[in-house]
């Protein structure tokens, strides 16, 4: 009967259709589907999102590419969905125009994947230019008919200059020496010397140092062929200690438009008149004899005091075993686009790491690597090697806080990516295979309110801070949860599937 049992299921599971891929390229008029009129088209796009990555064409040369992914609403009209089209519009010196059309491999059969989760499909295409605006709409096919408001969905992105984190890797700021690290030190040697050290670069041969305290006080040129740390020593006209080194690098490819790097002047080591020197010199040579008599006496103390510890050890006759300080344990944190960064996520952190002995893990905080890996595969790496994943929750309603995460670093809209959907997703496929259902915590502050769309994590152990604080390191450090996979499973398989 078993055997049976197996062979029905492994028929159901190879009857499965293929889960749809998409298959992208260049489509710059109108669709053919706009020359046909349909009884029914299918909705628009749920989300839409737009990001820059390094993509690598050459041993030494980068290009930056745009990755747009997009979320389909889950809703009955996803059956009639062939094709979805990505315009984008350029705006700097000279306007641009392109688009591409990215053809679904199969038919919907069902409003979300068979995993639980929405369908979501990236495409890395679309040169980034420097300082940069960009219009970028995406649209369904078939799309609405002649005269007809058709649903569409449009960002907008502009891209940074040479100084940011992905963009230096371009061509045109290398050449400007985005990627060149002089690591300037500069010292006052004198009240009117200043001495400037630095590394040099490949890319040219001259530089100019330039010292300025609310004014230009020194200025001094800098020719060198080699690469090489070099040295050069600039005349002030006025105080120069905490004023402000900018080196001026005068490169092949940018001329005088080239980056230019800083640094801070500060007092040279073993500078200082003679004559302090020889009186503090003879004042320690008064006060060594009180110390070599301090030393010695600490040293008998410290002898004693560990003679008589290794004798009350001795004398013990109950043994008791060494405490191991285990390493800490692995944490990945995931929380909702909206929840307030500085405030709860960061609050959350310092607490996981001064209180639990974690070792947190933030995609904030790996924001490179996600763009190497990608959003997915960086989850599920990162996910196999916790030993904890947190579905950090917040209900906080405080207008404040959104203002001030929404204007500061961190804040909601400066996430690039919101991993929660796909952690949630990941959730569920273990739920549905029975494994690392031990993982899974739900941590949240003031009262828990969980959307309906993540109601599968009700199931999860779910701590309230503070309140819950012992507990919940408790668990992380030495509690294993034992619940029963089989009852989770049946509690959470319509939220997962409802999705």
């Known amino acids: ?68 992914s997009w979320i389909l609403r889950a809703d009955a009209s996803i059956r009639l969905l062939k094709a979805t089209k990505i315009c984008v519009t350029g705006k700097s010196q000279k306007q641009t125009y ?28 679309f040169p980034v230019e420097l300082n940069t605006r960009y219009f970028i709409g995406a649209h369904n096919i ?23 984190r992905i963009m230096k890797y371009k061509k ?11 690591n300037i030190t500069a010292c006052k040697k004198s009240e009117n010397t200043v001495e400037v050290n630095f590394t040099t670069s490949p890319l040219g041969n001259r530089y100019m140092a330039l010292i300025q305290n609310s004014t230009v006080i020194g200025t001094s040129y800098v020719s ?27 490169f092949r490819t940018c001329g005088n438009d080239c980056i230019r790097r800083r640094g801070t002047v500060v007092r040279c080591p073993h500078t200082g008149v003679p004559f302090p020197q020889d009186q503090s010199r003879s004042m320690l040579s008064g006060w060594l004899p009180l110390l070599l008599l301090a030393l010695l006496v600490a040293i008998w103390v410290l002898a004693g005091g560990i003679y008589l510890t290794r004798r009350h050890e001795r004398i013990k006759k109950t043994s008791f075993s060494a405490t191991i300080l ?67 929750l917040s209900n906080d309603g405080n207008t404040a806080c959104d203002g001030t995460c929404s204007n500061s670093e961190g804040g909601p809209h400066e996430n690039s990516q919101d991993l929660f959907p796909l952690a949630f997703n990941l959730f569920c496929s273990d739920l549905r295979s029975q494994t690392h259902l031990h993982k899974y915590v739900v941590v949240y502050f003031r009262e828990v309110d969980i959307k309906d769309d993540y109601s599968a994590l009700s199931v ?40």
């Open 224 to 250: 060198e062929k080699e690469l090489t740390r070099t040295s050069v020593v600039v005349q002030v006209t006025g105080e120069s200690e905490g004023a402000v080194v900018q080196l001026t690098p005068y």
């Open 460 to 499: 999860c152990p779910t701590y309230h801070l503070m309140k819950d604080a012992p507990a919940f390191c408790k668990e992380l450090l030495h509690a294993e949860q034992h619940v029963s996979v089989g009852r989770r499973l049946q509690a959470c398989h319509y939220s997962c599937s409802s999705l």
């Open 172 to 182: 045109k700021c290398i050449e400007a020496g985005s990627l060149w690290d002089p």
């Open 98 to 125: 392109s688009c591409v059309r990215c053809n679904y491999t199969e038919a919907f059969q069902t409003q979300t994947r068979p995993s639980g989760g929405k369908w979501m499909f990236s495409y890395v295409g």
């Open 142 to 164: 078939p799309n609405a008919n002649m005269n007809e408001d058709g649903p569409s969905l449009a960002v907008n992105f502009t891209s940074p200059g040479c100084l940011d």
């Open 326 to 392: 285990l390493p800490p344990i692995k944490v990945l944190v995931v929380y909702p686009s909206e929840i307030c960064f500085h405030h709860t996520v960061c609050y959350f952190t310092r607490f996981l790491q001064n209180h639990c002995r974690s070792e947190v893990i933030l995609e904030k905080w790996q924001k490179k690597k996600i763009a190497e890996m990608g959003p997915v595969q960086w989850l599920t790496t990162q996910k196999a090697a916790a030993d904890k994943v947190i579905f950090l």
């Open 1 to 68: 009967m078993l055997l049976v049992l197996l062979s029905l299921a492994a028929l159901c599971w190879g009857a499965m259709p293929p889960e749809p891929t998409i298959q992208c390229g260049s489509e710059p008029g109108l669709s053919p589907e706009w020359m046909v009129r349909h009884a029914l088209t299918p909705g628009d796009l749920r989300d839409l999102r737009v990001e820059p990555i390094k993509s690598s064409v050459a041993v030494e040369d980068y290009s930056i590419l745009m990755n747009i």
